[in-house]
């Protein structure tokens, strides 16, 4: 039986843990060739990709670093050199660090918005050729909660979040005409190693109680709804955001 992702080339950057190493292995599950990113855990990505490739999946590790144009244009460079294409990209590399008001160290603001949104507009405006190239695309974005309703403490990554929201909405406007999907996924809390620092504490409980459901949703529930996304089942979903978040914020 054919899988329904069969031979589609997929570039996502930041996959060697959490949401990004979950959506490798959904998308790989359903066919798809996935070549990922990693900036410094080489061990995972190593892990990962020798995981995968024992499974008969075609897949990449490639090192670059999400705030680089040239790591992106070589990344791209070296996907369609390997498979001849690039049809689709994940942008879900970023980093979540406190920016309280007094904002007496600027070091962590710099930090996001050279990640989450300068570098996220790098990467796009690298991938945007090369799905241009094959006449289509689509591309799926990570944001956060955060970017819907501020969060306290960190209102740098939550600015950075609503940037990329409102990132989506324009690639959509501006790239629908060219044949290429953009949408985005917003989770909220998720049970990874980026927000181990409180999910592995006492303070576990007072988040799981904020979810209707009953649970902290996990990187397999986020990677699931991308691998949508960027399906023919979603063909007619355009410029959206798909809340992931256990039903903690309901919003339109």
Known sequence: MTQPMQNQRILLTGGSRGIG????????????????????RTDAAEALTAHLAAEGREVLAIQADQRSREDAAAAVAQVEEAWGGLDAFVGNAGVWLPTPVDLQDEGNLLAILETNVTGLFRWNAEVVPALRRQGRGAIVLVASTAGQRGEAGYGGYAASKGAVISL???LAAELGPLGIRVNCV????VDTD????????????QVEAAFPL?????????AGPIAFLLGDAAAAVHGEILNVNGGTVLCG
């Open 21 to 40: 190493a979950a959506t490798v292995r959904r998308l790989s599950d359903l066919g798809a060739r996935v070549a990922f990113t990693y900036r410094i």
């Open 168 to 170: 989506t909405k324009s």
């Open 186 to 189: 917003a989770p909220g809390w």
């Open 194 to 205: 980026m927000s181990a620092g409180t999910l592995r504490s006492p303070r576990r409980g």
């Open 214 to 222: 009953g649970r902290i949703p996990t990187a397999e529930d986020i």
